[in-house]
T-cell receptor, first 115, second 113 residues
Framework: AQSVAQPEDQVNVAEGNPLTVKCTYS??????LFWYVQYPNRGLQFLLK??????LVKGSYGFEAEFNKSQTSFHLKKPSALVSDSALYFC?????????????FGPGTRLSVLP | DSGVTQTPKHLITATGQRVTLRCSPR?????VYWYQQSLDQGLQFLIH???????AKGNILERFSAQQFPDLHSELNLSSLELGDSALYFC????????????FGPGTRLTVL
């Protein structure tokens, strides 16, 4: 069975500092991995994805994520946080080898960037 | 704006009632997914349709059903509503050629009193 863990409910970081939001996953076979962001009263917005190739993936709004197969992790990072990055972040996984498997989302991590 | 639309935005109803939520996918997207987001359960996958056919079922209750019409819009029907059904319901769509990225609608907030 597929699963996603986001070990931190909440991450606080000062504006201008680097941020990391952690994600680990479990999937049979090779994974598709995703990060989505949800602003208050809005739907989820796609940030970035890992399909294959380079382990470092660059996405929207200056975010990037690093795929680590041995640690089954896909942490989201940004070198310099903005107050406007404050939102709820979801990691998601799907098995690449079984299209019948659908997306599984993590519980979400609330990021607060303090001015 | 993702291009996915959902109506209504808010819905308030009573226990035991039935409601219908509507979703229009992005132009050209053949796949529609429904999700339920609640505080205690997080984001739960309910059901996936592709070009009118059911493709996969997740944690969808028997009181809930969905369909996708020839014009590709989809409806999620919730019946015999219970207090615990209060949640945000999201629809997402994807292009079959790139089924990996889903585009989410703004959601319908259902409140059952």
């Amino acid at each position: 069975a597929q699963s996603v863990a986001q070990p931190e409910d909440q991450v606080n970081v000062a504006e201008g500092n680097p941020l990391t939001v952690k994600c680990t996953y479990s999937v049979s076979g090779n994974p598709y991995l995703f990060w989505y962001v949800q602003y208050p009263n809005r739907g989820l917005q796609f940030l970035l994805k890992y399909i294959t190739g380079d382990n470092l993936v660059k996405g929207s709004y200056g975010f990037e994520a690093e795929f680590n197969k041995s640690q089954t992790s896909f942490h989201l990072k940004k070198p310099s946080a903005l107050v406007s990055d404050s939102a709820l972040y979801f990691c998601a996984v799907r098995s690449k080898d079984n299209y019948g498997q659908n997306f599984v989302f993590g519980p979400g991590t609330r990021l607060s960037v303090l001015p | 704006d993702s291009g996915v639309t959902q109506t209504p935005k808010h819905l308030i109803t009573a226990t035991g009632q039935r409601v219908t939520l509507r979703c229009s996918p992005r132009s050209g997207d053949l796949s529609v997914y429904w999700y339920q987001q609640s505080l205690d359960q997080g984001l739960q996958f309910l059901i996936h349709y592709y070009n009118g056919e059911e493709r996969a079922k997740g944690n969808i209750l028997e009181r809930f059903s969905a369909q996708q019409f020839p014009d590709l819009h989809s409806e999620l029907n919730l019946s015999s509503l219970e207090l615990g059904d209060s949640a945000l319901y999201f629809c997402a769509s994807s292009d079959f050629d790139r089924p990996d990225t889903q585009y989410f609608g703004p959601g319908t907030r259902l409140t059952v009193l």
